[in-house]
């Protein structure tokens, strides 16, 4: 099954037409959702890896 240069580039362009893009401010709610669940992600695992530090210098007495 072959298909030519030129019917191919035809049904990209149809198939692009379709795509629906999403608005100015949808993509800035999303792109501020994304940042502030990195940051509360990044925030947890700090908090949790203290806690374990805290909890292994303490186990084996190590650290200052």
């Known amino acids: 099954m072959s298909v030519s240069p030129a019917k191919f ?11 629906t893009w999403p608005t100015r401010r949808a993509t800035l709610v999303t792109t501020g959702a ?11 695992f700090f908090v949790v ?10 186990l084996f007495g190590l650290g200052g």
């Open 34 to 44: 994304v940042l502030a669940m990195a940051t509360m992600t990044s925030v947890f």
């Open 9 to 19: 580039v035809q049904d990209v362009r149809a198939e692009a037409a379709k795509v």
């Open 49 to 58: 890896d203290q806690i374990i530090g805290l909890g292994v210098r303490e």
